[in-house]
């Protein structure tokens, strides 16, 4: 098996040899591309900062950054939710690429989340504290090896409460012990004085971001139960 960091030396410095053409149904630029170095090769998908489509609440260029800022958190947390993700320029300028994750297409949460709870639960908590504005059934997907993914995470990490989610299953639940261990342990990480995820968060989030996004976390550790949810408009349209 390739380790996770061979895959992101090779998305980061490997050649972006040509696309295959946009994906479809994306509200964004987004192509599927090959990337190769001396040794391996693999598909991608590129979502160039210079092709997303302008949003009020969001600033411009900002949602590949995101994208990359999701997977860290994950990474961070040893949870492997998110494909391996890395910031680099593209034929379209600096962008998102991402480990293409060859699924079931007629797979998503909706026929996944029986069979796959406790993957969810850690799902439910991740979107929670990287604030997710816009998780879809269709974003959870399962590749041949059975493990479970998320993807599209360019609606993240806003500072006001955004949260938008067909998850809510566990609303009001008590977290389990190891998704609160995981948690907690991501907390004390951010605190200590030289901390290798916060330098890469510096570099994709404001400061602002950041300190919202630690204070999310430290209220999942807190209340040790999964969030309600709030006022306004929970579920994202189309929910897959």
Known sequence: MVSVERILNLLA?????????????????????TVRNDSQETLAVYKPCQ????????????????????????????????PPTVLREGFLGPGAVQLFIEADPEEHYFTLRDEHKH???RVAAFDFVVNNADRKGGHCLKDKN?????????????PEPKLRTVIWDFAGQPIPDDVLADLERLHQTLN?????????????????????????????????????PGAGRNVPFPPI
């Open 51 to 82: 092709g997303e489509r302008p949003l009020w609440d969001f600033p411009d260029g900002t949602l590949a950054l995101r994208e990359v800022a999701s997977f860290q958190v994950s990474h961070a947390l040893g949870w492997d939710l998110v």
């Open 13 to 33: 410095k490997g050649t972006m040899l040509k696309s295959h053409g946009l994906m479809p149904w994306s509200s964004n630029y987004t192509f599927l591309v």
């Open 192 to 228: 200590q004085t030289s901390n290798p995820l916060l330098a890469e968060l510096a570099h994709l989030i404001t400061d602002h971001e950041i300190q919202r996004f630690k204070h999310r976390l430290n209220r999942l550790i807190t209340t040790r139960t999964f969030p309600l």
């Open 119 to 121: 993957v969810f639960q």
């Open 146 to 158: 059975g493990h479970i993914w998320t993807i599209d995470h360019g609606l993240t990490f806003h």
